[in-house]
């Protein structure tokens, strides 16, 4: 099982640096049947005899799930305005698609539409494996989850805050930690530092699992951040915080204070210390890596591809 997960993680891996080379082959259509370029594109129409919905394509409820959801049934991924001039959908040959709860796939940032048709052209002949499409997944977390389910993530995010990674500090007087916890003073204590400034309030570190109490001006001042945030940031800030076991660090991507790596280095700061001292499990730990750095970085790129146009 953990060898079929590793591969898995390791096909994403290489399919995500392809998938980069494909935003730029993505195609635009426009809804008058021309190219950005002014070039014309052949876009099949239904049959006037099917008596079924030939002009759009929904995705199934396991579509979120993970699982391989039946064989490639299109030739080409492209781009299009979307039929009212707000937005951008993605097209499957003459097919419009649509998100598992069968609403439109439409996207404000055309970016976003053509890094998501990307995903749906690399996939192979013998089926779609959504696990390699983590924009479409964020997508369509976006658009439907979100703006139903606000409240409760909301919510949810907060009940953990005050167990965030970044408040947790290793024993100082402890052997076995007290490597971890130099590291923790090294690594983390800026980003402590960069919370005070960012919101006035400075975390509480403890060393319990339990966690700790927060000062209730810093809970109500990062409750706001997140009320203000839209769908799509929303979506992102979520996931992150899922992948990362932290609030702090998604905020802190946002807020542009982090990049990838260091985030990743954060979170994995104590295991990594771990895998220094005794090793590294083949099919465990470097599975475990692969799969952080696909949720994170996905994310990141779905936030940063909602703010362009």
């Excluded at 090294?186 to 005070?196: A, G, R, S």
């Excluded at 799509?232 to 204070?257: F, Q």
């Excluded at 985030?263 to 994995?268: A, K, M, N, Q, V």
């Amino acid at each position: 099982m953990a060898t079929t997960l590793a591969g898995r993680r390791l096909l994403l891996l290489r399919r995500c640096e392809a998938g980069r080379r494909l935003l730029g082959t993505a195609a635009e259509a426009s809804p008058g049947g021309e190219e950005a370029g002014g070039e014309a594109i052949y876009v099949r129409k239904p049959s006037s005899s099917s008596t079924r919905d030939e002009t759009s394509v929904s995705m199934p409820m396991s579509f979120m799930t993970g699982s391989v959801v039946g064989k490639r049934f299109y030739r080409d991924a492209t781009v299009r305005r979307a039929d009212d001039g707000n937005g951008w959908t993605v097209m499957l040959d003459y097919r419009t698609l649509k998100t598992p709860a069968k609403r439109p796939l439409k996207l404000h940032s055309r970016t976003l539409a053509m890094a998501v048709a990307a995903e749906w052209e690399y996939q192979e002949q013998d089926g779609i494996r959504p696990f390699t499409m983590p924009l479409m997944k964020l997508a369509c977390t976006a658009l439907e989850r979100v703006p139903l389910t606000r409240t409760k993530i909301i919510t949810n995010l907060m009940q953990k805050f005050h167990q965030d990674l970044v408040f947790c500090r290793s024993p100082a007087d402890d052997e076995l930690t007290k490597g971890v916890y130099e590291k923790q003073k090294e690594k983390i204590d800026p980003i402590l530092d960069w919370v005070k400034t960012e919101f006035g309030f400075k975390p509480v570190v403890y060393t319990s699992f339990l966690g700790g109490k927060q000062d209730e001006r810093l809970v109500k001042a990062v409750e706001t951040v997140l009320k203000d945030a839209n769908d799509c940031e929303l979506a992102s800030i979520d996931a992150m915080a899922a992948a990362a076991h932290s609030l702090v660090i998604p905020l802190a991507i946002v807020r542009g204070r982090l990049g990838v790596d260091e985030s990743i280095e954060l979170i994995r700061l104590e295991e990594d210390h771990q895998v220094d001292r005794w090793g590294l499990v083949e099919g465990g730990h470097d599975v475990d890596i692969a799969d952080l750095k696909v949720q994170m970085s996905s994310a990141v790129v779905f936030l940063q591809l909602s703010w362009l146009k």
